[in-house]
């Protein structure tokens, strides 16, 4: 524990003044006592059971004093306060079957809505990053705290091209490492590589999951898996699904499940199926991001007050109870 103003414990030296005060009460009351016993007046037997309880209340009031004295001093303590940390990668498929509609408005829409409203639900302590991937990968925005330039890169994607889910899982490790991965990820058994440890990041991987081009994500997740990045894959789509017209051509499309639901098994996240906008918003919610306890200086003197009131209101209670009076 430390003080605010130290000084103020130098009030604390009072204190033998007030028990000499009280001592010296109590001998006059003693004096008084005798001088009336000697002229006969003998006190009955409830009354000397109370005696023997009068220096509680005043015990009471001697705790409130030091209290409240501690209490001037502006105590402060170290206090646990867990709080959400970390980084999390919104990584977007935003190939052209995003554009199709079994999830209304459609697929790309419903995914930048319910991600806006995850950003801006955040505390300040995670930070989050854009990727966005369709053949290939790229970092739109790299995790910031800055809310508005993350809703500016979420605003500015639009669906274009195949997709590769590996390179959406690549990128988003290179997000989190703030530094390129020097890995082939059309390689195989990337789970023997070291690219470092990175717990306290996960990444939302929003995909059809219709992965038309390399590298292997499977690959790619065993990568992720052994730097510790869990990957959530959400779903986007139904597994009936629709037709999207692409450059003219009318082209079928449907959710694929088993992929992301293998990216995320091996990874340690959690696979999720948005059929809707709304059960999209709700699965924002169960992405299980770190919780730390920081420890930080906290002034205490309000709770420390309180413990001094509580002593007093006890004591006054205690001295009306049985002897009609305060002190």
Known sequence: MSFVWPGMLLLLLAVPFVIAA???????????????????FVPSAAAVRRRRLRHIPFA??????????????????????????????????????????????????????????????????????????SGGG???????????????????????????????????????????????????NLDDIDIGYYGSAAVVLLSDGENTSSPDPIELAKLASVAGLRIYPIGLGTARGTVVDIDGFNVATKLDEDTLQQIASISGGTYFNATSASELTKVYDNIDLKVTTEHKETEITFAVTGISVVLLVVGAALSLLWFGRLV
């Open 138 to 188: 790229f970092v739109t925005q790299e995790p910031t705290a800055a809310r508005a330039d993350v809703l500016a890169a979420i605003d500015r994607l639009s669906p274009m091209g195949g997709t590769s889910l590996g390179q959406g899982i690549f990128t988003s490790i290179n997000a989190v490492a703030r530094k390129p991965v020097v890995v082939d990820p059309n390689a195989t």
């Open 22 to 40: 009280y001592v010296s009460l109590v001998r006059q009351r003693d004096h008084r006592d005798q001088a009336l016993a000697a002229e006969g």
């Open 60 to 133: 009471f009031f001697l705790a409130a004093l030091i209290v409240l004295l501690f209490a001037f001093a502006r105590p402060q303590t170290a206090v646990g306060l867990p709080h959400r940390e970390g980084t999390v990668i919104l990584a977007f498929d935003v190939s052209n079957s995003m554009k199709a509609s079994d999830l209304k408005p459609t697929r790309m829409d419903a995914a930048k809505g319910a991600a806006r409203r995850f950003v801006e639900r955040q505390p300040s302590t995670i930070k989050v990053g854009v990727v966005a991937f």
